[in-house]
């Protein structure tokens, strides 16, 4: 079992940019992955990044992609998301959710999901 703690959520203006942690509590594999999803009001939850643990191998929506950088520190179990240029469309509840995976291929292919935390980002 996985314990997910997110946080660096806030209010910012467009353009601005904004730093999301997640914290695991407990050892994770090498085979394990780390991803990013998001929900909007009235949205289906969306992929937003993902890395592999072991080999660093990043993967990012199109949305998202040049703008944010998915990154870990392995002493402290912890992915972060680092998003710049924000844009109002970012708007979002994000969550942090761990695959037992290599790389997973969909929503369902994470097993722990975090809390969320909202970003709201202002025109």
């Known amino acids: 079992q996985v314990q997910l703690v997110e946080s660096g959520g806030g209010l910012v203006q467009a353009g601005d940019s904004l730093r999301l942690s997640c914290a695991a509590s407990?050892?994770?594999?090498?085979?394990?992955?780390m991803g990013w999803f998001r929900q909007a009001l009235g949205k289906e939850r969306e992929f937003v990044a993902v890395?592999?643990?072991?080999?660093?191998?990043?993967y990012y929506a199109d949305s998202v992609k040049g703008r944010f950088t998915i990154s870990r520190d392995n002493a402290k179990n912890t992915v972060y998301l680092q998003m710049n240029s924000l844009k109002p469309e970012d708007t979002a509840v994000y969550y942090c959710?761990?695959?037992?995976?290599?790389?997973?291929?969909?929503?369902?292919?994470?097993?722990?999901w975090g809390q969320g935390t909202q970003v709201t980002v202002s025109s």
């Open positions: 407990a050892r994770t594999f090498s085979s394990y992955a």
């Open positions: 959710a761990v695959s037992q995976r290599f790389l997973p291929a969909g929503f369902y292919d994470y097993d722990y």
């Open positions: 890395i592999n643990w072991s080999a660093g191998r990043r």
